[in-house]
C-alpha cells in the first residue's frame, strides 16, 4: 500500500521558518522523483520544488528560490521542504508528490497546512 505522510505544517508568522516532512512507503522510493505542491484558496496547485531520484538536481518556483530548500534522505525514505523567511503569500495547503516518469506513475499526500500570519 502506497503512502505519503506529510508533517511539520503549521501557523507561523511572517519571517518564520518551517520544515515540511513526507514520509513515504509501499514503493521503491530512490527511484522516484520527489517534489512539493502547494495550493492557497482559489489558486490552482503549483509546483513549488522538486528533487531527482538521486537527489542530485533541484529546482524551484520562482516564487520560493533563495527561500525554500528541497532535500531527500533515501535511507529514510523521506523528502524535505525547508521553509525560510516565510511569507503571507506562502499560506496554502503544502502536499508531497512522487513522480516515476518512465512509467508515467505519480502518488500523492494528503497535504499538510501552512499559515504565515501575525
Known amino acids: 500500500q502506497v503512502q505519503l505522510v506529510e508533517s511539520g505544517g503549521g501557523l507561523v508568522q511572517p519571517g518564520g521558518s518551517l520544515r515540511l516532512s513526507c514520509a513515504a512507503s509501499?514503493?521503491?522510493?530512490?527511484?522516484?522523483?520527489m517534489n512539493w505542491y502547494r495550493q492557497a484558496p482559489g489558486k490552482e496547485r503549483e509546483l513549488v520544488a522538486v528533487i531527482t531520484s538521486a537527489g542530485g538536481r533541484t529546482n524551484y518556483a520562482d516564487s520560493v528560490k533563495g527561500r525554500f530548500t528541497i532535500s531527500r534522505d533515501n535511507a529514510k525514505n523521506t523528502v524535505y521542504l525547508q521553509m525560510n523567511s516565510l511569507k503571507p503569500e506562502d499560506t496554502a495547503v503544502y502536499y508531497c508528490?512522487?513522480?516515476?516518469?518512465?512509467?508515467?506513475?505519480?502518488?500523492w499526500g494528503q497535504g499538510t497546512q501552512v499559515t504565515v500570519s501575525s
Open positions: 509501499g514503493f521503491i522510493f530512490s527511484s522516484y522523483d
Open positions: 508528490n512522487a513522480y516515476l516518469s518512465l512509467a508515467g506513475i505519480r502518488y
